[in-house]
């Protein structure tokens, strides 16, 4: 994405200097990962993060948050919190197509991504490649299949709402403005489930209006009225 669409309103991604420039406005992942790193340094997140940390279990007792986590050296803690903000991304469990004659198939995934798109561009109509370095021009065609895009998997292995978060067909609701479960307001939000859209300010304003809703700056609609906006 263009280094304008990347950043926070209070940290800029463009006007950090020279470490996250990039002469084609399209920063690679080296760029945006010190900019994430000096975002958290500057705001003093870093102490804040659990590192190594995985949620195994979060789920609504009593009206309460039971999380159990295991940290890497196998230690478990048994927490209890109010509210709960689910933001663990979409790319921890990928999502493979079902292909017949898959598992006949001993060939290996090359490390270059133009050796993917070669193999792709065998079976393909048409293979579109936006990238900084390719010098290829027409890789191939040939009819048979169409284009194929699969969208990341949502996964909430942790998660116990009794059913009132439901996912069917990727789907992940109900959910007023894919945030807020209206059943549950506010101890449990997401962040980061839509798949369109510009991340960096996405993230924000829903964290933004998280934080709101939390500390009672901002209200939200009755939970039939948002109920309704979900099923319109
Ligand atoms: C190849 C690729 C290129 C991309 N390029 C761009 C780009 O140029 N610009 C752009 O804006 N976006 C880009 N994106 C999208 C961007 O990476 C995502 O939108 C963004 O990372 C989502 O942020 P997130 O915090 O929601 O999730 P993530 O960055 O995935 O973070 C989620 C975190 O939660 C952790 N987690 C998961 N489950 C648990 C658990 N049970 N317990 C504890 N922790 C857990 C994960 O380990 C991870 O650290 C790209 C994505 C990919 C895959």
Not at 32 to 57: H, P, S
Not at 79 to 84: A, I, L, Q
Not at 95 to 113: Q, Y
Request: hydrophobic share 40%; charged share 20%.
């Amino acid at each position: 994405m263009r280094s304008e669409t990347i950043g926070f309103q209070d940290y800029p991604f463009i006007s950090k200097g020279q470490a996250y420039n990039d002469s084609s406005r399209f920063p690679g992942h080296r760029e945006v990962f010190l900019y994430i790193n000096d975002y958290a340094t500057t705001f003093g997140l870093t102490k804040l993060v659990r590192f190594e940390t995985n949620v195994v279990y979060a789920g609504l007792v009593n009206g309460k948050w039971r999380v159990r986590s295991r940290m890497e050296n196998g230690v478990i803690a048994d927490e209890t919190f109010y509210v709960v903000v689910v933001c663990n991304g979409h790319n921890t469990k990928p999502r493979t197509a079902e292909i017949l004659g898959i598992d006949a198939w001993s060939g290996k995934v090359g490390s270059s991504d133009l050796d993917i798109f070669m193999d792709i561009a065998q079976v393909a109509k048409e293979v579109h490649i936006a990238s900084r370095s390719a010098k290829v021009g027409v890789l191939g065609n040939m009819s048979s299949y169409d284009n194929l895009k699969l969208h990341p998997m949502y996964h909430f292995p942790f998660l116990d709402t009794n059913d009132i978060i439901t996912m069917e067909d990727n789907c992940v609701g109900p959910l007023y403005k894919h945030t807020f479960p209206p059943a549950l307001v506010a101890w449990l939000s997401f962040v980061g489930l839509p798949l369109m859209g510009i991340g960096f300010i996405l993230y924000e304003f829903q964290s933004k209006w998280i934080a709101g809703v939390l500390s009672s700056r901002i209200g939200l609609p009755s939970e039939e009225e948002m109920m309704r906006d979900v099923e319109a």
